[in-house]
């Protein structure tokens, strides 16, 4: 069993700066792909970033290219999002998950997920 808990989101302008981070705990914590997707209001949840544990392998929305970075310290077992030059449209309920086997764009295969942290840009 992994608990995952999501830290470091709130309210910023437009091109502002944040990093959210999401620390795991649980049996080998570290040894987990992990990922954060995104879910505005009405809108259907989305895939952010995702890396891998054996290998750092990073994937990323088109949406978030060069603007958001995600990586991990697995000595701590906390991934981190750094998001640069925020736009209203990132406004959304951003939530951490992991999966043992699994890396993947794909909500349904992580198995783990966090309560979520809320990020809102104004304009």
């Known amino acids: 069993q992994v608990q995952l808990v999501e830290s470091g989101g709130g309210l910023v302008q437009a091109g502002d700066s944040l990093r959210l981070s999401c620390a795991a705990s649980?049996?080998?914590?570290?040894?987990?792909?992990m990922a954060w997707f995104r879910q505005a209001p009405g809108k259907e949840r989305e895939f952010v970033a995702a890396i891998s544990w054996s290998d750092g392998r990073l994937l990323y929305a088109d949406s978030v290219k060069g603007r958001f970075t995600i990586s991990r310290d697995n000595a701590k077992s906390t991934v981190y999002l750094q998001m640069n030059s925020l736009k209203p449209e990132d406004t959304a309920a951003y939530y951490c998950?992991?999966?043992?086997?699994?890396?993947?764009?794909?909500?349904?295969?992580?198995?783990?997920w966090g309560q979520g942290t809320q990020v809102t840009v104004s304009s």
């Open positions: 649980g049996r080998t914590s570290s040894n987990y792909n």
């Open positions: 998950a992991a999966d043992r086997t699994r890396y993947s764009s794909s909500g349904q295969m992580y198995h783990y």
